[in-house]
């Protein structure tokens, strides 16, 4: 199997971390979609990563997609719960901070137009949409260990992506003065060999 990422992407991130805690072996390959010679619209008309290509050469995407996927490859650290009120916390957790990621990466595209066409009613709203994921999670985490009931689960991995992403990008957004209990959670998080080893690289 072969997982198409790169190096900054918070939901590719994601299907790293996922392939690492399950210690799947895959192959990875770079490619950035944005770049005119990128190949992914060939493996996922969408255009966009993570992609993971199976060895039948099928093709999974998106990170949502993937991360289930890989999970039931193997019994080795159960990521998602088997099913039920559980399960559905999880993916919550998991649509919630992948939704702060879409609203960050939609600004961090709407900065690199040229000035006179960005539009700061558009990055107000997705700043919203942030600030309010950031405060339920921050709520709903409390002085838990982690994200759902009592262990580690892929919605730590997509809290951890996510504000990993916001570390990287927005250094304006200073949610570990403002949560203290999402900074505790992202440095025990950051403890981990799967979060070290992806470290995004600009
Ligand atoms: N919902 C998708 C989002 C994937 C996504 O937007 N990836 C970005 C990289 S961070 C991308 O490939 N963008 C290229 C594009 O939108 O054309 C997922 O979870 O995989």
Redesign the pocket.
Known sequence: MKLII?L?????RKARIVALEKQLTLDYEVDV??NADTH?PDYNP?????VLVLDDGDTL????VIVEYMDRLSPVSRLLPQEGRPLTRVKRWEALA?GLI?AA?TIFLERKRSSIKQDEEWIARQYGKINRALAVMAEQLGDRLWCVDEGYTLADIAVGCALGYLALRFPDIDWKTQYPNLERHYQKLLERSSFQDTIPVV
């Open positions: 790169s900054t992407s918070p939901y590719a979609p944005w992914v969408l255009g966009k990563i993570p995407y998106d990170s949502r992948d879409d990466v």
